[in-house]
């Protein structure tokens, strides 16, 4: 789905597990831990800000996670870049993951409020497929 098809409404953003995506699920974060190898590939991006600086050296770690997760600071002070794979049953699963592994790693951040999110489906060759979910979401 594209942003102008998404509803925005909480229960079109409700995981599997009753949380909202947007602000990250633990247990959808758990079961990506071993997924089900016949699960969608997604490619997912957030972004989110917080309220103090996220120190160099945790940046540094997050991309050796080993679970293909990265963390970035674009330019702008206090806005970071989460970005990761996963198997889910859908978008909205894939969000509620990886931004789970953020409330799973409080010690990485610890308040955060994301801004911007974006889930894309990718075959099984890594090469994009029909956009499932491409959302753009401000102020979640």
Same mark, same amino acid.
Request: hydrophobic content about 40%; aromatic content about 8%.
């Given at each position: 789905?594209?942003?102008?098809?998404?509803?925005?409404?909480?229960?079109?953003?409700?995981?599997?597990?009753?949380?909202?995506?947007?602000?990250?699920?633990?247990?959808?974060?758990?079961?990506?831990?071993?997924?089900?190898?016949?699960?969608?590939?997604?490619?997912?991006?957030?972004?989110?800000?917080?309220?103090?600086?996220?120190?160099?050296?945790? *940046?540094?770690?997050?991309?050796?996670?080993?679970?293909?997760?990265? *963390?970035?600071?674009?330019?702008?002070?206090?806005?970071?870049?989460?970005?990761?794979?996963?198997?889910?049953?859908?978008?909205?699963?894939?969000?509620?993951?990886?931004?789970?592994? *953020?409330?799973?790693?409080?010690?990485?951040?610890?308040?955060?409020?994301?801004?911007?999110?974006?889930?894309?489906?990718?075959?099984?060759?890594?090469?994009?497929?029909?956009?499932?979910?491409?959302?753009?979401?401000?102020?979640?």
């Amino acid at each position: 789905m594209s942003q102008r098809s998404m509803p925005h409404d909480a229960a079109s953003w409700a995981c599997p597990h009753g949380q909202d995506a947007r602000r990250g699920c633990v247990a959808c974060y758990q079961e990506s831990v071993d997924p089900d190898p016949a699960l969608s590939f997604w490619e997912v991006a957030a972004w989110f800000t917080t309220e103090r600086p996220v120190p160099i050296r945790t *940046l540094q770690d997050v991309h050796h996670h080993g679970r293909r997760f990265a *963390l970035d600071q674009p330019s702008t002070p206090l806005v970071y870049l989460l970005t990761g794979r996963a198997r889910a049953h859908g978008g909205v699963q894939a969000v509620a993951g990886v931004i789970g592994f *953020l409330l799973h790693n409080r010690h990485v951040v610890a308040s955060f409020t994301v801004t911007e999110i974006r889930a894309t489906s990718q075959s099984a060759t890594g090469a994009s497929a029909t956009r499932q979910t491409d959302v753009w979401v401000r102020g979640a």
